[in-house]
Nanobody, 127 residues
Framework: QVQLVESGGGLVQAGDSLRLACAASGRTFSPLEMGWFRQAPGKEREFVAATSWSTGSTYYGDSVKGRFTVTRDGDWNTVFLRMNSLKPEDTAVYYC????????????????????WGQGTQVTVSS
């Protein structure tokens, strides 16, 4: 099993920045494909960003392009989400997800593609 733990959420004002972290532990003897999703109350889970270990590519949801950046630490299985120019509509619980399987570019934005999920961290952006 793989455990994912997110950290770094909090309450900020519009225009501020936050950096979320996700650390994978457990049976992490091979690199994982990792992504970030978010879910606001009453809304479906939304793809935010992902990073592919196998190709080095990064992917972003349309609503965060140009503002958020996903990076991977040197140990491969820690990822960060740098969020700049935050807006009230970014308010949500942010989830880290991971998969052992190498995924196609289209798969990164699809929640069922991921095997493991963290518990989530709340991000609240006030206007």
């Amino acid at each position: 099993q793989v455990q994912l733990v997110e950290s770094g959420g909090g309450l900020v004002q519009a225009g501020d920045s936050l950096r979320l972290a996700c650390a994978a532990s457990g049976r992490t003897f091979s690199p994982l494909e990792m992504g970030w999703f978010r879910q606001a109350p009453g809304k479906e889970r939304e793809f935010v960003a992902a990073t592919s270990w196998s190709t080095g590519s990064t992917y972003y949801g349309d609503s965060v392009k140009g503002r958020f950046t996903v990076t991977r630490d040197g140990d491969w299985n820690t990822v960060f989400l740098r969020m700049n120019s935050l807006k009230p509509e970014d308010t949500a619980v942010y989830y880290c997800a991971a998969s052992r399987a190498i995924m196609s570019s289209r798969s990164f934005a699809v929640p069922p593609s991921y095997e493991y999920w963290g518990q989530g961290t709340q991000v609240t952006v006030s206007s």
